[in-house]
Nanobody, 124 residues
Framework: QVQVVESGGGLVQAGGSLRLSCAAS????????MGWYRQAPGKQRDLVAR??????????DSVQGRVTISKISRDNAKNTVYLQMNSLEPEDTAVYYC???????????????WGQGTQITVSS
């Protein structure tokens, strides 16, 4: 079984910064892609950014070219993915979810798991 646990959310003023962390633990053979998604009130869950096992990154169009600067990174030794967000705006208020994809073993199917979510609230 694999556990996915996020941390680092909270209340921050506009212009502030936060770093989210997400750690995968338990029994697994490999962790491949890791990513962050967010869901604002009344809206669907949308991709923020993903990172593959080799460090390749992908950012959603919605987070590029904005005042808020988002940077995803990972520490493979710790099976942890991070999302650094600077110059936060009220529009970034949402529940942020971590997604982890990998394999339990060479003979078992892949898994695609979500964390419980962490709230970021940006006040104006």
């Amino acid at each position: 079984q694999v556990q996915v646990v996020e941390s680092g959310g909270g209340l921050v003023q506009a212009g502030g910064s936060l770093r989210l962390s997400c750690a995968a633990s338990g029994r697994f053979f490999s962790i491949n892609g890791m990513g962050w998604y967010r869901q604002a009130p009344g809206k669907q869950r949308d991709l923020v950014a993903r990172i593959d096992g080799g460090g390749g990154t992908y950012y959603a169009d919605s987070v590029q070219g904005r005042v808020t600067i988002s940077k995803i990174s990972r520490d493979n030794a710790k099976n942890t993915v991070y999302l650094q967000m600077n110059s936060l705006e009220p529009e970034d208020t949402a529940v942020y979810y971590c997604n982890v994809r990998g394999y339990y073993s060479v003979r078992e199917p892949a898994f695609d798991l979500w964390g419980q979510g962490t709230q970021i609230t940006v006040s104006s």
